[in-house]
């Protein structure tokens, strides 16, 4: 079985997803941050169709295409509950459950710390997963409902995958992520890392997709040693002004 992933920027610094299972071509896209940017990518995908919407929380800068998008296309909206405080939705998914995408089997993984609803998809046939706002290349997100005790243990929980599971970001944030991550780590392996990224963010290139063992090595985040120490780590960030 196989997953094709289109990645295209959208809004400010957002990234959208369309997905496609080659073996019945359904086609989803993951979160809907500008309607008529997925529109544009599915024309020039030649896919042809739109099933699926698969929100990961309710932000309006992941929902706000959800009505757009039903209408143009009759596809169905799946999500975490909290959707339904900022946009529609068809079809609740919780961790545990699962959601297919023709003949590719989504897992749902529950990840509170940013929103306390927020939920990560991954095919682990394929290697791939889709996680929102909870981890960034070399960053997680902002704590703007849940505790850090929960995000280290999304975090945590999304870390023990395989190091080869591909991980696609929903926003592109990595070399400000990379500056912080500067501050606290002066390994030499860092600084190429680092530079890498900033090379290609000159090009306009994107830093999306990492990977879990990139992660592993790189994300002052899943570096922490506890839950305490991910709390500091996460309020410095905050504070960051480099």
């Known amino acids: ?50 099933d699926l919407i698969l929100n990961t929380h309710w932000h309006p800068d992941h929902t706000q295409g959800n009505a757009r998008l039903k209408a143009a296309t009759g596809c169905e909206i799946v999500g975490p509950e909290e959707v339904r405080r900022a946009a529609s939705l068809d079809r609740v998914v919780r961790g545990g459950d699962v959601v297919q995408l023709g003949e590719t089997t989504l897992a749902v993984t529950e990840t ?29 997100g902002r704590l703007f409902e849940g505790t850090a005790e929960q995000m280290w243990t999304s975090l945590s929980t999304l ?40 090379a290609a963010r000159e090009r306009g290139q994107p830093t999306v997709p990492t990977t879990i063992g990139a992660e ?10 506890d839950a305490s120490d991910f709390a500091a780590r996460r309020a410095a960030k905050d504070s960051f002004a480099g």
């Open 1 to 50: 079985m196989t997953l094709d992933v289109r990645l295209f920027p959208c809004l400010n610094d957002n990234y959208g997803f369309l997905l496609r299972d080659a073996a019945t071509g359904q086609v989803a896209t993951v979160d809907t941050p500008d309607a008529e940017a997925v529109l544009a990518e599915l024309e020039r995908s030649g896919w042809g169709r739109l």
């Open 112 to 140: 509170p710390g940013h929103t306390l609803g927020h939920i990560v998809y991954r095919d682990a046939a394929s290697g791939q997963a889709f996680v929102g706002d909870t981890l960034f290349v070399m960053g997680c």
């Open 159 to 198: 870390a023990a995958w395989p190091d080869e599971t591909v991980i696609w970001c929903a926003h592109e944030y990595t070399a400000a992520n990379a500056r912080f991550t500067l501050s606290l780590d002066d390994r030499p392996e860092m600084a190429a890392r680092a530079a890498a990224v900033f």
């Open 216 to 225: 592993k090595a790189f994300n002052p985040f899943l570096r922490a040693r």
